[in-house]
């Protein structure tokens, strides 16, 4: 009669099996590339400082953009997009400190986020910071 | 003499498989380092033009959406007003260090009044965001 485990030990191998690694990692690529965005959005960076407003914040002299409507008017005058553009480049504003860097930015209820977006624009990327005016009440 | 009659060896063409874990376990590591995930569907909107805007490459802190129809989303979920985007952008640049955190998506219908984004844009500017106004190129 043979006895039970008598003979020599079964050697089993110690290894992982790895063949379905490959098929895991690229479900994995697969679940990346559907999760992933790649479209980078477009934008600018306004400027706009924090805390409560105030009338000294603002000098005089300081340059207004006032949006009525779709129109546009710099110290008053009415400009084309391109004519602010120009204008607020002459300012210097990059080289400008502080308050010097200002400028008061003010639209009627009826003004179109597209406007103010433009002047928003156009103030940011010639260096200025934005400064909201609000009716008074 | 056989001649003419040469037999053709077969070669076995057999693909290397062995690195393909490998190449695919990079490809994952390079889609975990890029990936940024869609917090937020974006509402239906129209948005604005100007040929100032540039490639955003901040990390953002919080994304603001107003759709076409006046409605107010922060990151995905529907808010009453721009009191509302104070608190809950404050709640999310409170942990926040430097300047580069503080960077708030704004995007807002070409179409909208006044009345509409700009208590939204103070709201974030009180809240110490950093506005990222998204528009389109011309």
């Known amino acids: ?137 | 003499m056989r001649r003419g009659l040469k037999k053709k060896k077969r070669r076995t063409a057999l693909v290397p498989v062995a690195s393909m874990g490998d190449i695919a376990f990079l490809l994952i590591i390079f889609f975990l380092l890029l990936s940024d995930y869609n917090k937020e569907k974006s509402p239906p909107m129209t948005l604005p033009v100007s040929n100032k805007v540039e490639k955003l490459d901040d990390q953002i802190a919080a994304r603001v959406n107003i759709d076409r129809d006046g409605v107010i989303y922060l990151d995905g979920v529907r808010v009453h007003d721009g009191k509302d985007i104070q608190a809950g952008v404050e709640a999310l640049l409170e942990r926040t260090i430097s300047d580069d955190q503080r960077h708030v998506q704004f995007k807002c219908d070409a179409s909208q009044p006044k009345d509409v984004y700009e208590p939204v844009l103070q709201a974030i500017a009180e809240a110490g965001g950093i506005i990222e106004a998204v528009g389109e190129d011309e």
């Open chain 1, 1 to 137: 009669m043979k006895l039970k485990n008598s003979g020599a030990k079964k050697h089993r191998s110690g290894e992982i099996p790895t063949g379905s690694f490959s098929d895991i990692a690229f479900l994995l690529i697969i679940y990346f590339i559907v999760a992933t965005t790649l479209v980078k959005v477009k934008s600018i960076t306004a400027d706009m400082p924090s805390g409560e407003a105030t009338q000294s914040s603002a000098r005089d002299d300081t340059p207004a953009i006032n949006l009525v409507g779709d129109e546009i008017r710099f110290k008053d005058k009415r400009v084309t997009l391109d004519v602010l553009n120009e204008r607020l480049a002459a300012l210097n504003l990059r080289d400008k400190e502080g308050d010097k860097k200002v400028i008061l930015l003010e639209a009627t209820r009826n003004t179109p986020y597209d406007v103010y977006f433009k002047a928003l624009a156009a103030i940011s990327s010639n260096g200025g910071i934005v400064a909201i005016v609000e009716e008074e009440e």
